[in-house]
T-cell receptor, first 115, second 109 residues
């Protein structure tokens, strides 16, 4: 059973371009979370999704950021018109359905560098 | 708003030493607490998960305790090894996790 997969592992974008980060949860997991780790800072929650639904996006910046988890395919975190301050490691985590306190399993992350 | 603090921020010990990492949180209404390990430039590896109804969990040389009433958890590492060198993160929550900033551990041969 493969773990949480994220791609690309490294992404370089110039200011103003778009970044698309993909996350494939573990098999059987229908709950996905995105977290961001800025340089020299801790991980911060961004958004929580179930299949086709955004459950909690309270940690997501109001502009330029969006996330989806379609019925088929991976979850996508999309950043439009990237700026240097978006440079960070973006981690995806997944868990099974059922109790909210089920363990979250993390992917290896996507490291975004904005030039 | 939940806040998680980890002490110390960095720790350097000789190989073989037993050590304790500390985590405190401000809101005791949590569903669970997870300890993770993060190696430089890598993702997070889950070490131990303590449900809110539990007081401790053990895995190999690791033991984690949880005291919800005082808002504290400790991660005990026995007989430390150089391979234990990493950043250790504490996270609390239920659905969304709130992370501490981590303790950077170096175990010297």
């Amino acid at each position: 059973n493969a773990g949480v997969m994220q791609n690309p592992r490294h992404l370089v974008r110039r200011r103003g371009q778009e970044a698309r980060l993909r996350c494939s949860p573990m098999k059987g997991h229908s709950h996905v979370y995105w977290y961001r780790q800025l340089p020299e800072e801790g991980l911060k929650f961004m958004v929580y999704l179930q299949k086709e639904n955004i459950i909690d996006e309270s940690g997501m910046p109001k502009e330029r950021f969006s996330a989806e988890f379609p019925k088929e395919g991976p979850s996508i975190l999309r950043i439009q018109q990237v700026v240097r301050g978006d440079s960070a490691a973006y981690f995806c985590a997944s868990r099974t359905s059922g109790r909210e306190n089920n363990e979250q399993f993390f992917g290896p992350g996507t490291r975004l560098t904005v030039l | 708003k939940q806040e998680v603090t980890q002490i110390p921020a960095a720790l350097s010990v000789p190989e073989g030493e037993n050590l304790v990492l500390n985590c405190s949180f401000t809101d005791s209404a949590i569903y669970n607490l997870q300890w993770f390990r993060q190696d430089p430039g890598k993702g997070l590896t889950s070490l131990l998960l303590i449900q809110s109804s539990q007081r401790e969990q053990t895995s190999g040389r690791l033991n984690a305790s949880l005291d919800k009433s005082s808002g504290r958890s400790t991660l005990y590492i026995a007989a430390s090894q150089p391979g234990d060198s990493a950043t250790y993160l504490c996270a609390v929550g239920g659905s969304r996790l709130t992370f501490g900033e981590g303790t950077q551990l170096t175990v010297n041969p």
